[in-house]
């Protein structure tokens, strides 16, 4: 079935440095990613929209010069979170489009 | 836009006994997709079961059943002979025509009593 790899699972950062994660569709082609956001206790909410060889959508509220979405082949999509902060702590979720499939997760910490 | 709402914040249920969550839904779309997620402590999504609109058959994965009522934008899931594994939170979804990006609920958290 369709596999969707998300890495790192977690990673701790200090405050104002740079994170990428990485969304990769293993056996399949994604034209399409999308990235979520959860905060503990809530659901997911849509972040932007990664598409491949084009600039990502961003949801209204999500800055796109702090969460950088790069989507350069068929099967990569990455999130880098810039100058990070306390508050940029979370969980990042990708999900392939059409296989309706996520990744495990990235549970960023800021400190 | 769309809306997905899940009125059960913490539903409890008795290992072997059969519970039912609850969704409801808001759009003017006539095709569409419905999901159930499950989202264990590990936090990976783990889809339960889907639900193409078009379809007046609701659909089934093994314990796992739905009751789509599309006249009332309602989408249940059935959980028959519940296990301890079952205990999560559950997250009702809406996908576009396209069926990419999700709109989700606020989700269930369900626990199961042995």
């Known amino acids: 079935g369709a596999v969707v790899s998300q890495h790192p699972s977690w990673v701790i950062c200090k405050s104002g440095t740079s994170v990428k994660i990485e969304c990769r569709s293993l056996?399949?082609?994604?034209?399409?990613m999308f990235w979520y956001r959860q905060f503990p206790k809530q659901s997911l909410m849509l972040m932007a929209t990664s598409n491949e060889g084009s600039k990502a959508t961003y949801e209204q509220g999500v800055e796109k010069d702090k969460f950088l979405i790069n989507h350069a082949s068929l099967t990569l999509s990455t999130l880098t979170v810039t100058s990070a902060h306390p508050e940029d702590s979370s969980f990042y979720i990708c999900?392939?489009?059409?296989?309706?499939?996520f990744g495990s997760g990235t549970r960023l910490t800021v400190v | 836009a769309q809306t997905v709402t899940q009125s059960q914040p913490e539903m409890s249920v008795q290992e072997a006994e059969t519970v039912t969550l609850s969704c409801t839904y808001d759009t003017s779309e006539s095709d569409y997709y419905l999901f159930w997620y499950k989202q264990p402590p590990s936090r990976q999504m783990i889809l339960v079961i889907r639900q193409e609109a078009y379809k007046q058959q609701n659909a089934t994965e093994n314990r796992f059943s739905v009751n789509f009522q599309k006249a009332a934008k309602s989408f249940s899931l059935k959980i028959s002979d519940s296990q301890l594994g079952d205990a999560a939170m559950y997250f009702c979804a809406y996908g576009d025509n396209a069926g990419n990006m999700l709109t989700f609920g606020g989700g269930t958290r369900l626990m199961v009593k042995p």
């Open positions: 056996d399949f082609q994604a034209t399409t």
């Open positions: 999900s392939a489009s059409v296989s309706y499939t």
